[in-house]
């Protein structure tokens, strides 16, 4: 695995790959959790060539929020890449990758500042920003994303499709511990008994989807039920879209996805469940 730290050299490198090869493209932020390895993993069966970034994006950080305590585990993480058959790691610093005036890329007006966007206002001009950037570097055949951030998710399948990028995105199943708790980086910042609280958001989204299974069609029903499940958590947002993110009356099966985020003290944590 070769390590490089400067867009120009990452250029450079991904020039010189053969033409026919295929390259997979895994973008985090570090911190390494099963959740990446899958996508990383996947990414190596599926092409000849894997390039993952490791870069705590700052543009996607509000004021306030946890820019400075993410955690950042850069040693772990290269053995984690190297071990997973990972062919190059980017692992640029700030300066390296934005300048002090350029371009600025922003979200969609409406599925950009609803729910994330709406609570994280600005939250996603940064990752298309970024993420924009890292798919002009690698040009990658494939992209893989993490369905957690399903938002995410979404309005980088549609930048790269309004803005005819080429590359195929690929959505990954979200990774959970056994007791339901989706894998987040940010878990690290939950004490014992904030963990507890935590897989309150699985078990709504459980509950969800069982009420589904037995025939509940009615979304504000649903989303009731949920946040008193969720009541210990200080709920930001729950909410059932399409797969378009537009808001749901009725559960539409094989078409929902429900969303959940809320503070588990000082942890902000999301999840969500594709039915
Ligand atoms: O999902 C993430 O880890 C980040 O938002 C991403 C896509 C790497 C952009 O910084």
Redesign the pocket.
């Known amino acids: 695995m070769i390590q490089i730290t400067t867009p120009q050299e990452l250029q450079q490198y991904r020039n010189n790959l053969p033409h026919a090869e295929t390259v997979g493209f895994v973008?985090?932020?570090g911190a390494l959790h099963e959740g990446h390895i899958s996508l990383i993993k996947r990414s190596v069966s599926e092409n000849d060539k894997t390039i993952v970034?490791i870069?705590?994006?700052p543009t996607?950080f509000l004021p306030g929020e946890d820019l400075d305590a993410y955690p950042r585990k850069l040693e772990a993480d290269l053995k984690i890449c190297e071990l997973a058959g990972v062919d190059s790691l980017f692992t640029p610093s700030t300066d390296a990758v934005y300048s002090w005036e350029e371009p600025t890329v922003k979200a969609p007006k409406i599925k950009g500042y609803i729910l994330e966007g709406y609570h994280r206002p600005g939250h996603f001009d940064?990752?298309l920003q970024?993420?924009l950037k890292?798919l002009n570097l690698t040009r990658p055949t494939r992209a893989y994303?993490?369905k957690k951030?399903a938002q995410?998710l979404y309005l980088?399948q549609n930048m790269v499709h309004t803005l005819y990028l080429g590359t195929e995105i690929v959505p990954c199943e979200i990774v959970r511990e056994k007791d339901g708790l989706a894998l987040s980086?940010r878990n690290v910042y939950l004490g014992d008994e904030e963990r507890q609280k935590a897989l309150l958001l699985s078990r709504s989204l459980k509950h969800a989807t069982r009420r589904i299974i037995e025939g509940e069609r009615d979304t504000e029903r649903i989303k009731q039920e949920m946040v008193e499940i969720l009541s210990p958590t200080r709920v930001e947002y729950v909410e059932i879209v399409d797969r378009d993110f537009n808001l749901l009356h009725e559960v539409q099966i094989e078409n929902t996805i429900i969303l959940v985020a809320a503070y588990v003290g000082t942890t902000r944590l999301i999840d969500n469940m594709w039915v």
């Open positions: 973008p985090t932020m970034s870069f705590v994006n996607q940064g990752v970024i993420v890292l994303f993490g951030d995410q980088i980086s």
